[in-house]
């Protein structure tokens, strides 16, 4: 069998951490068993669709490293790939549906639907259409149109059918045809048809074999089986993937950070750590790995091996795995990734060469836990006109010789002759404490205040060799300006 699966976002302008989710787990299915990936954008919501939320979606998925074989920007044989120009072929199976008599017009209003539901849920009984309108003559349709009433149209759902499909996470599963509240609405008033009648459609025309999506599509399967069946198409194999939950257990949403593709991009996540961490969301392999590059997540992935219990989205899982990659990361392209949250920060960095920056990167990323740390981190190498921070002037002035320190080093460095290197600082330092008669912390922390204005930060002789000799003793200056002051 040639497996096709799809995922097929609506364009709301932001992906979804689940909608990202469902979309590498079909991706990865699709790959792993030589299939089809399609990508299908469900934008009949005219109100919401935005051609700039479509881009939304392709950017997230090519940031993700997902590429679809068939698709609105690429095309296929089964489009179009959009459903808002799919509209011809659904009243195609909609008039084959009257043609069946498997569906009705309802006039009901919203008013008496919700004192229907009302009345039930009174009587204790769970909400369900109560197939008013199933048998009403042409003459009292007339009546009602004449009122100016537009209807609906409802698939009229067995009276007492046990639908059961075997779900390839949550096993078998049996749903009542009383369960599913009725006859359903299939087109709307404004003659638009919904949902669960038309991802059956595309389904079936495209060919999809198996559907991939979140658990909380569980209550819409029975609905869509009824609806293959009733247009003798064959009914695909479903895989619910289990929800995403918060650390404190409760549904991911705002409330627990960021959970837009877009915002974990921002921070400065790596895409490739992103989507390996999305991977272990309810999946994990066999052999215990967790740091997979793409195509080891594509070997390893079996659907059967997705849990069923819901999956917790934990950060410092994702911060750890998002470290492990930025520190073996090429560092041309970390360079490039960096740059802007430089520049975002305020710094210009025009004159310093290509070169030196990727030596500074290389030194300082083992600190960063997201790339838009870099700025904190890459702040000492980057200016030279800081302020000296208070507890570092107070450890100054707590002793006299501290300050000699800084002013004997400058004077050192000053009638130094050749490059500054990490062997020449450090020969430099140790001169220095014979001299003033100081070592350890006495010796090393005012150099480093001297050089930094702080009381931490990377080691001295990698700092002093890539500042070099002229912005070490700018530095210098900078710092005795403000302690001798």
Request: proline fraction near 5%.
């Amino acid at each position: 069998m040639n497996v096709r699966v799809r995922f097929a976002p609506s364009p709301t302008g932001f992906m979804h951490v689940g909608n990202a989710r469902t979309a590498l787990f079909n991706y990865l299915f699709a790959r792993h068993n030589n299939g089809t990936f399609v990508l299908r954008i469900e934008d009949t919501d005219v109100e919401r669709h935005s051609e700039e939320a479509v881009n939304v979606i392709y950017e997230a998925l090519k940031w993700m490293g997902i590429e679809w074989d068939e698709g609105p920007d690429v095309g296929g044989p089964y489009g179009p790939y959009r459903q808002s120009e799919r509209l011809s072929i659904y009243k195609e199976f909609i008039e084959k549906l009257k043609e069946k008599g498997l569906v009705y017009e309802c006039y009901c209003t919203p008013e008496e639907l919700d004192a229907m539901r009302k009345e039930q849920l009174e009587r204790g009984e769970p909400p369900r259409y109560t197939g008013k309108c199933r048998h009403l003559t042409e003459e009292e349709k007339e009546k009602l149109r004449a009122e100016g009433r537009k209807p609906v149209l409802r698939f009229k759902v067995p009276e007492d059918e046990v639908i059961v499909f075997e779900d390839l996470v949550k096993g078998r599963i049996e749903i009542n045809s009383r369960q599913l509240g009725g006859d359903f609405v299939i087109v709307r008033s404004n003659g638009m048809p919904v949902y669960n009648f038309v991802v059956v459609i595309d389904d079936a025309l495209m060919k999809i074999t198996h559907v991939i999506r979140g658990e909380d599509h569980i209550s819409n399967t029975p609905k869509q089986i009824l609806l293959y069946r009733a247009l003798g198409f064959e009914v695909p194999q479903f895989a619910h993937l289990p929800m995403i939950l918060g650390q404190d257990r409760s549904k991911l949403s705002k409330r627990h950070g960021s959970t837009s593709v877009k915002e974990f991009k921002e921070k400065g996540y790596l895409p490739e750590a992103f989507t390996n961490f999305l991977a272990l969301l309810g999946w994990y392999p066999k052999d215990g790995k967790e740091v997979l590059s793409m195509e080891e997540l594509i070997e390893r992935f079996d659907i059967k091996d997705v849990n069923s219990a819901p999956a917790v989205f934990d950060t410092t899982k994702l911060n750890w795995l998002n470290q492990v990659y930025i520190r073996s990361y090429p560092i041309d392209k970390l360079t490039d990734l960096i740059i802007p949250y430089l520049e975002k920060a305020g710094f210009d960095l025009s004159s310093f060469s290509r070169d030196w920056l990727e030596r500074v990167v290389e030194v300082t990323r083992e600190y960063f836990t997201v790339l838009s740390d870099a700025p904190v981190y890459m702040e000492t190498f980057l200016k030279d006109d800081f302020q000296v921070q208070p507890e570092a002037k107070e450890f100054i002035s707590e002793d006299l010789k501290r300050l000699e320190v800084i002013k004997a080093f400058k004077e050192k460095l000053s009638g130094f002759e050749g490059g500054l290197s990490q062997e020449s600082f450090k020969k430099l330092v140790k001169e220095v404490g014979k001299e003033v008669g100081v070592k350890g912390k006495n010796l090393f922390m005012p150099i480093r205040i001297g050089l930094t204005g702080k009381m931490s930060g990377p080691e001295l002789p990698v700092l002093a060799e890539l500042l070099g000799k002229e912005r070490v003793l700018k530095r210098l200056e900078n710092s005795l300006n403000q302690l001798e002051g």
